[in-house]
């Protein structure tokens, strides 16, 4: 496959864009630790069961990175496993992603249960050093999604700030929930503070 062209979904699934959110937030070494991590991934998960319940959405994208997309994707495996009708794809960045994994050190067991778990697996053309991958998983999230809920400093150059402007950009709607909240202690995930349109 040129490394040009994108794999595309089945018509019937592209077509359900409207229902589609994508997840995107900060890696473990960005993100805060101990109660406040506790407390921003209560939030997070309160923010996604919302949605489930509240705003037709039944598909959701992750990237499959450790920290945020891992926390989400958690979530997501838990309603479903309850019963939510909710389907959620991985969406791979390159061929070699478990080597970025390994050159982290990031919790390869996170990423080993979101491959397993994951109604699909996506995988981009492209390696690890190849220029753009990232953006390209990036957008390809986006542009298949009409609402995404990123955790993030929207302020900073990470790429997850970059998908969230691109999928205002876009028009999508989005809820925004910053890494970090004033405490200790620590708002309630109701309190915790976060920007959300059309979501």
């Not at 997070?44 to 959701?60: A, E, P, Y």
């Not at 990232?134 to 999604?145: A, C, D, G, I, W």
């Not at 955790?151 to 691109?166: F, H, K, N």
Request: net charge negative; aromatic share 10%; glycine share 8%.
């Amino acid at each position: 496959m040129p490394e040009t062209q994108l794999p595309l979904l089945p018509g019937e699934e592209f077509s359900d864009w409207e229902h589609s959110l994508c997840f995107t937030g900060h890696r473990p070494d960005k993100l805060p630790t101990g109660d406040e991590l506790k407390a921003l991934i209560q939030a997070l998960n309160m923010h996604i069961t919302r949605i489930v319940n509240s705003s037709g959405f039944d598909r959701f994208y992750t990237g499959l990175a450790d920290g945020i997309d891992y926390y989400a994707a958690q979530q997501i495996f838990r309603l479903r496993d309850a019963g939510h009708p909710v389907h959620i794809i991985g969406v791979q960045p390159c061929e070699d992603y478990r080597e970025v994994y390994r050159f982290f050190r990031h919790d390869m067991r996170h990423f080993d249960e979101m491959l397993r778990q994951c109604d699909k697996i996506i995988v981009l053309p492209g390696r690890r050093f190849d220029k753009g991958v990232f953006l390209q998983r990036n957008k390809y999230m986006v542009e298949h999604s009409s609402a995404v809920l990123a955790v993030c400093d929207a302020a900073g150059r990470s790429g997850s700030a970059q998908t969230l402007a691109y999928a205002k950009q876009l028009g999508l709607a989005y809820c925004h929930l910053p890494v970090r909240a004033p405490g200790p202690p620590y708002p309630a995930p109701q309190d915790w503070p976060a920007e959300c349109r059309g979501l």
